[in-house]
């Protein structure tokens, strides 16, 4: 019971992200990706860019901010199952990065959102 509501939870944010990333210009192609690699919350297109998004909710009072929850084996997961993508869609050529969406709530708007361009990179 509590995991399908973590999954609302979690989707919420993601629809947060989305629209917040709409209103920059990325156009979101995909939601929630699961290959052998892991999941991908978000992909979406920055002009020419393939980019994959990891989307990080932290409550107010939260021991450590939304981006630097991604551990290091998330980090790597999140390289995997990017690196899946590209193969099984054959864009091994195509310019891509890894971007973390951290959301915090706001003061004077409902949700302070944070962009980490390439925040994830491939050893």
């Known amino acids: 019971m509590a995991r399908e509501g973590s999954r609302k939870l979690g989707q919420h944010y993601e629809g947060v992200a989305a629209r917040y990333l ?3 210009g990325i156009r979101i192609i995909e939601r929630n990706v699961h290959n052998r690699g892991g999941e991908i919350d978000l992909i979406g297109m920055d002009a020419e860019a393939l980019v994959f998004f990891e989307v990080r909710f932290r409550a107010d009072g939260a021991l450590v901010d939304p981006i ?6 998330k980090q790597q997961r999140l390289v995997r199952a990017a690196s899946f993508y590209l193969h099984r869609h054959g864009l ?3 310019v ?3 971007d973390v969406i951290g959301i915090t709530p706001g003061h004077s708007s409902k949700y302070r959102i944070q962009w980490i361009k390439n925040a994830i990179q491939a050893d």
């Open 22 to 24: 709409e209103s920059k």
């Open 68 to 73: 630097s929850s991604v551990s290091a084996v």
């Open 92 to 94: 091994w050529d195509r």
């Open 96 to 98: 891509s990065r890894i």
